[in-house]
């Protein structure tokens, strides 16, 4: 697991930090983003210049090392802000986040007709990845992840996080280890004593997180079991991006249903032929607002039910549950049987990344028993989402309301970024079959 960022940093920072606290020089990111330029961008110059010095040649491996270096940056960029979200192994996002930064920049340069070397792009990518990928396993060894831990207020909890090696200040006096940040309840009347450590610990330059923060920033999970002055605005997602995912989901979902379409037409015709009954299954399912909808489908499970249970119970899927047939199996550990979920994208009422829709009826059930379960259609639910990736699949109240602070999570924290971290686990939860029942 990578070590999850965490913001809110208290007062200033002054130059340096204590002594108990000196950093190894690759654990700072100027020193890794340097570094890691030289050997991606200078290099592959070096050994090209080595085998063909000629002007030509020169002029052509110039072109490439600046789209190289806007490539470097653009990938350490996209590589850092994948990293702090909790759950998120770093050598997971190094590949995909220099992927997407090279690949655009070079296919600028495709369109725009520049000349440039695909040796020099080709072994700056290769070297980009494989120095963060050694970097991220280096620092892993080094220097495990450490806070130390002001013992006020409410932060026992603390103790159930798993990952974090955990120092308990016994006193104000007490000399702090090599830590990367001290966690308190701020909320908490903590003696004088204690505010005078935690203001010299800012101004030294070490960082101060409050607990709520750091249980969200290392669990994944927002939990809310009261309104305060700022729960509505922490939960009200950026309108800008809120439109521009809409547009992108639609010509997304068009996308997939014109490439698809074989595909889709050889899944329905087998469904037809192993058992009786229509090739897709509809449900009614709660979306955004609170209004309901038809979400689509393939058919896994045997198309008639003469068990005589509840409409609740029927709703619920429950681990080797005899309903759900062979080739049922199969598209439900990949998710295939999601695929027609297209139609209600393009329709409006999903999208690719969000909340799981609940059946209509459990929906109804969780908003009586769970507080603050509406919140959760401020934004158009998902195929796939953060809840989906790190949860799996749910089959009950106590899993409904854990489930329910990861949907807060990626309200609180709507983004690009979280969204592209929930794809690149989505490929992982395809491959595995992870969650699926």
Known sequence: MSH???????????????????????????????????AAVGLPFFI?????????VVITVQVTIMAGVAAHLVGYMIYKRLDVFPG???????????????????????FLRLDYSRFQAGASFL????????????????????????????????????????????????????????????????????????????????????????????TGRVAIEHLSENTLGSLNPNQVYFSVKQTIDRLGALVVLVLAAPLLLIIALAIRLESPGPALFRQERMGYRGKTFTLYKFRTMQAEDKRGISDKEKAVTHEGDPRITRLGRFLRRTRLDELPQAINILRGEMSWIGPRPEPAVL?????VELPFYRYRYIVHPGVTGWAQVNQGHVNGLDKAHEKLYYDFYYIKNFSPWLDLVVALRTIRTMLTGFGAK
Request: glycine share 8%; charged share 20%; aromatic share 10%.
């Open 4 to 38: 999850p960022g965490m913001t809110g940093l208290v007062s200033s920072v002054a130059d340096e930090r204590p002594a108990g606290n000196m950093r190894h020089p690759l654990l700072r990111l100027r020193y890794q983003l340097l570094g890691g330029m030289l």
């Open 48 to 56: 090209r210049l080595a085998i063909d010095w000629q002007g030509a």
């Open 88 to 110: 998120v192994a770093t050598f997971s996002t190094i590949l995909p986040a220099f992927a997407i930064s090279y690949g655009l920049v070079f296919l600028l340069i495709f």
């Open 127 to 218: 070297i980009s990845s494989s120095w963060y990928f050694g970097l991220s396993v280096f620092i892993r060894r080094l220097e495990p992840y450490r806070l130390a831990m002001i013992p006020q207020g409410d932060v026992e909890r603390l103790m159930q996080v798993k990952g974090v090696v955990w120092e308990h200040l016994a006193s104000p006096d007490a000399r702090l280890g090599r830590v990367q940040g001290v966690v308190a309840d701020l909320r908490a009347d903590l003696p004088e004593a204690w505010e005078r450590f935690i203001t010299g610990c800012v101004l030294a330059g070490l960082p101060v997180y409050n607990v709520k923060q750091t249980l969200e920033s290392l």
């Open 363 to 367: 929906s109804r059930w969780y908003e």
